[in-house]
């Protein structure tokens, strides 16, 4: 096993939203969330269902779906009057050019803890398929907007009522050459601490106050 290149992989994938028309085929799909499925998960079934959004037909519903739950939503009510229209425009446009979407869902647990462990699972089961996804030139936005939210959106995209969504991944091959977007990371001195450090910072923040 190339250890290093896992590394190197894990480091080097970058959100893609620049969008490629480049078709995607449903065999290239199907090995991704394959392979995806080998995450970690912690219930007697494993946690993920996926919907897939990639004829034409199916794509241009999904828009019409997302577009009204943004009206229900209220979403472009942050715009001026005279620019309500155009973010509209432009939000769909967007996602009718993106050319195949990936619905993940978990299933929603009354029990903290077995919800954590759902929502934990499917995560790791996205960057397993953003990390994949990546090795093979196709590019990943995990988006969680605010329509998943929305339970009349889930229903008429076919998410029953006791699941949840994790995340919209829109997926579309990296057109090369591609500029990268830049990413960074603060250092791992920045957000870990040794078990007595972080109990000395704690009680002596508690002194001050
Ligand atoms: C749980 C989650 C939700 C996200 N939701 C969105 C989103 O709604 N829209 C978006 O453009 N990016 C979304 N992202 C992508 C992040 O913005 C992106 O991962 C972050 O900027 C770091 O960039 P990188 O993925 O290139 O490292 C999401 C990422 C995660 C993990």
Redesign the pocket.
């Known amino acids: 096993m190339d250890r290093e290149s896992i590394q190197q992989t894990i480091r080097e994938?970058?959100?893609?939203?620049t969008l490629s028309d480049q078709e995607i085929s449903i065999d290239i799909i199907n090995e991704l969330l394959e392979s995806a499925s080998y995450a970690p998960y912690h219930s007697k079934n494993e946690p993920w269902e996926v919907i897939i959004v990639k004829t034409l037909q199916d794509r241009q519903l999904f828009v019409e779906k997302i577009m009204e739950s943004y009206d229900r939503l209220n979403s472009w009510a942050r715009y001026d009057q005279q620019n309500q229209g155009s973010a509209r425009k432009k939000t769909q446009d967007y996602f009718l050019n993106v050319p195949l979407t990936l619905i993940v869902t978990a299933p929603i647990n009354e029990s903290p803890k077995k919800n954590l462990e759902a929502i934990g699972a499917v995560?790791a089961f996205?960057?397993n398929f953003?990390l994949v996804a990546w090795s093979k030139q196709i590019g990943v936005?995990?988006?969680?907007?605010p329509v998943i939210f929305d339970e009349a959106f889930k229903q008429e995209i076919g998410v029953v009522a006791d699941r949840q969504i994790?995340?919209?991944l829109s997926v579309n091959r990296i057109d090369e050459p591609i500029k990268l977007?830049t990413?960074y990371?603060k250092p791992v001195t920045h957000w870990s601490a040794h078990l007595s450090e972080k109990l000395k910072g704690m009680s002596e923040s508690d002194e001050i106050s």
């Not at 936005?141 to 907007?145: A, K, M, S, Y």
């Open positions: 994938r970058r959100t893609i939203r995560s996205i960057q953003q936005t995990w988006r969680t907007i994790i995340g919209l977007p990413s990371r």
